[in-house]
């Protein structure tokens, strides 16, 4: 099946930092998203982004189908954005579930 | 968007017990799915909850041990059955509304099993 990795694993920036996440894909997908689990648990839907660029608000997340990879981006980050992000695909002529990668632990201090 | 309600939010079981979460959407939605998060890992899809048949599983979950029903598009409820302390996860319930769309999620549910 798709593997999906994401990069870093773990990363904690001071308030106000800039930050890229990157999520690598190893098959042709034709569904992308990024979702963002609080420290909570309630995981959010990010972007829907199966090529192409996104910005909503101070996130904003690309990808670039053809070299199979999308990274989102997180400017000017606050404490409220530490959580785990994840990127999940769906492979072309595949099944229609979406595949997780592990995650990137984001932690903001102030 | 969609509005989804799951609960209970958490619970404490003991072994050889079942528990059933209940997942309420505010609209009728054509695929719901439950993912189970175990401690500090990613998502894994447990199951596809079809509305008028039987739920597809994935590799590794069996019926026995995960029955789900969905009786209507709009309302799926997963149940773990004898659970044993491996089981102890959060469990989510997620919509879509079928083909290349978002897919959302309820709140889970933090399930410990003693």
């Known amino acids: 099946g798709i593997q999906v990795e994401q990069s870093p694993p773990d990363l904690i920036l001071q308030e106000g930092a800039n930050s890229t996440l990157r999520c690598n894909f190893s098959d042709s997908v034709n569904n992308l998203q990024w979702f963002h689990q609080n420290p909570w648990g309630q995981l959010i839907n990010l972007f829907y982004i199966p090529s192409g660029t996104k910005q909503n608000g101070r996130l904003s997340a690309t990808t670039v189908a053809t070299e199979r990879y999308s990274l989102l981006y997180i400017s000017s980050s606050q404490t409220t954005d530490s959580g785990v992000y994840f990127c999940a695909v769906v492979t072309q002529g595949g099944s229609e579930k979406l595949v997780f990668g592990k995650g990137t632990k984001l932690t903001v201090n102030p | ?114």
């Not at chain 2, 939010?9 to 609209?27: A, K, P």
């Open chain 2, 1 to 114: 968007s969609a509005v989804i309600s799951q609960k209970p939010s958490r619970d404490i079981c003991q072994r050889g017990t079942s528990l059933t979460i209940q997942c309420q959407v505010d609209s009728q939605v054509t695929m719901m799915f439950w993912y189970r998060q175990q401690p500090g890992q990613s998502l894994t899809l447990i199951a596809t909850a079809n509305q008028g048949s039987e739920a597809t599983y994935e590799s590794g979950f069996v019926i026995d041990k995960f029955p789900i029903s969905r009786p209507n598009l709009t309302f799926s409820t997963l149940t773990v059955s004898n659970m044993s302390p491996e089981d102890s996860s959060i469990y989510l319930c997620s919509v879509g509304r079928g083909g290349n769309e978002k897919l959302f999620f309820g709140s889970g549910t933090q399930l410990s099993v003693l």
